[in-house]
């Protein structure tokens, strides 16, 4: 059997928790990327430690790739329950390379390789995905100085013996790729480019985190949970290099409270979590509303109700989040769509949160934060942080509203001045003590929801794909952006076009526009009730009927959304 | 050299309406406090912050002259955690009821005496939830009857010097409001304490808990002579348990324990507290580059 694989290469390797699938994918993924050529690497998991059935996707490509592909082209199973696992992804057109002497399975798509054995000689079977990764990068064809460099410098602190082995390994395991690709029975001809050398490889944990650096975050509070926890372990390791102070609270509620506590003393404070732990934080949400408090807050989220599929990705946290705590009072949510994105908009969070004194909420889920692709550069040289607070004079009052401009009084922090700054949760005066004095009450209110109608002129604009003359339009938010875009280039056609929103609250002023200009709106979401529609609907009066949702825990694939698109268009 | 007396008033620049009854050991408390910081050379409202969070003792901050944080109910001690974290030069002084820090704020009181963070932690305790009308709190006795548990509290008392002593505080003492003199050093000692300092400080309510009054702890508390050694665990552990004569004092007091902000890498280096600092965008660029 000979067979070519052009251009795009899907390449899924699958086994259980614990059998160091990561470890592959993050030495495949940037030993091609070096290589010249884009990447892109997700994965989907059980929540458990040991065991089940977990799977890596790698698309390796000549032109960019940034989205999951139901299409396998070649399969690695660890266990013999990986292809059942899989189910119809594994068609006619897949090949399996497995160490068949052990798994013995049945296909006639089989390459017969045995890593465990040659593991075995080298010295030690833990050296069998380092085999793995030898026979794809042998159908790669790729340099081997380039797998020695990076296995040198990823194992180079484990000592030299280990690095020599691991050498061994995957020279071994090349040869066998090398072997199968000379004899044409697996052709890859994807043409790299050198100059992707230097593209950055990074994930969505990795661009918010970044991002938070970039934005100044000097503090961050968290209690761990699945999927936001990646970025409080990012920030842990920054702070051996950056001054970030990392806690890891008691709880949820501790940590919204203590990140309050920091910009009351004037840093930059951050939580990050998944909906149910926001769940516990919406008191204090409400609190920064009430005290006029900057707070930045990541949600990465995961299916729900309650703790629902823990390590599954959806996007049926909008509602929560602009609906969260009680009370009226301003606040504004950011989802992502790109790593660029994601990067650039928490890094303003920082600073919109702290120039209009509102929570900020950077909205992503966990198919965006485990997901990684080539990104050619993170420009700093228009990034600005502008720190807001005030020094204050003996007469100062935290809520002058002489002073307030736009509903923002100048923020002063203890110890900064001769003013002293008090902020309670309360109703208060402009002095910030308690009161029920229902005028001031009056003018408190209204202060705290002006900050909204300046907030709405400061916005971020959906972004626009397609043609200008169209009749289709989809909208989108969040990590679909990707998704979207390439199902509309496989559709390729004048009448269909793209609008997806980074800034999901308040909804921008500008998208009614785009909105009122198409014949057909096509909604696409990860949720069951087409929370994003609703919005529209509530904020501009505008009705979307066609909309496709999945809400199953896995991400759109490119060829289902592009079928379900071509539906909507008959 | 600046005046210090009177220096934490406010009742001479603005009138007050105080929220508490006449006789509410409340006001013992904020005298006391006052007295205690205007002794403090190295303490000015200004770099001095009260954290509080809901109940008639949560008000404290707002009838003196502070930087106050007025919070949520049971969530003083993380404001006052990060606080304090993000800006070690501050004097910060968490003060709250007996419902806010034992009941609803329990998680927090058990984890911030873990952490030792340099912090004074007031307890109002008048053994009574005043604020929402007289139903049991997390130190009322059993067999007090409310207008909840209309049989007698059933529930036992929390012990909060006990905890606090077997849960690595390194400062535990217990005061009485009715004994002024002995409070306000008390309360000195523990904002100069380095670490988590614990004052559980008894007060009446007068309204609501007719058992726990004046003459109640007058006649069931004493003070700890000069011989008593608190750096004794053991023998404070003993000191937690005794109920029927309840000991005034520093219980227990370790010294010397590093605190948590004392082993932040963020300060090792640099002293500066985080809102002077900035990122240093070269050195972000470069190491974004490494991601390659």
Redesign the interface.
Known sequence: MNKTIKEDVSIVLSGEAGQGIQTIEGLLTFIL??EGYYVFATKEYMSRIRGGSNSTEIRVSSKPVKSYVDKIDILIPLTKSSVEHLGNRVTEDTLIIADNDSLKLENKNLFNVPILSIAKEIGNEIYANIVAVGVILGLFKTNLKTIEEYLQERFGDKGEKIVSDNIKAASEGYKLGKDFSESGEIKIEISANESL??????SGT?AVS?GA??G?C??I?AYPMTPGSGVLVDLAN????????V?Q???E???I??????W??????MVTTSDGGFALME??LS?AGM?ESPLVIHLAQRPAPATGLPTRTAQEGLNLVINAGHGEFPRLVFAPGSLEQAFYLTQKAFNIADKYQIPVFILTDQFFVDSYYNVKK?D?SN?E?K?Y?VETAEDYKRYDLSKAKNGVSPRG????G?G???????EHDEE???TEDLDIRIKMVEKRLKKFETLKEDFISPEFYGNDNYKYLVICWGSNYNVVKEALENIDNKDLAMLHFSQVYPIPENAVEFLEKAEKIIDVENNATGQFAKLIRAETGIKIDSKILKFNGMPFSVEELTAKIREELQ | MIERKNMFSLENEKELDIAWCPGCGNFGILNILKKALEEMEEITPNNFVLVSGIGQAAKIPHYFKNNAFNGLHGRTLPVAFAIKATNPDLYVVAESGDGDMYGEGGNHFIHNMRRNINITNIVHDNRVYGLTKGQASPTSQQGMVTPVQVNGVILNPFNPIAVAIANGATFVARAFVGDMQNTKEIIQKAIRHKGYALIDLFQPCVTFNKINTYAWFNEHTYKLGEDYDPSDKMQALQMAFQEDKIPLGIIYEEKGKPTFEEQLTVYKQNKDPLFKRSIDVNKLEVFINSMR
Do not use: C, Q, T, W
């Open positions: 990327k070096r050398k230097d593209d950055l490889l990074i990795d970044l650096l970039a100044n000097d503090s509070f920054f702070s051996k290099n950056f001054d970030i102070l806690e609270a008691e709880d509620i501790a940590a409270n203590m990140a309050i506590g920091g009351y003393a004037g840093a930059r404070s008191e204090g609190l005290i993170l700093l990034i942080n720190k607070f922090i203890p110890n900064y001769n002293l700054v008090v902020v309670d949760s309360d910030g003590h308690i």
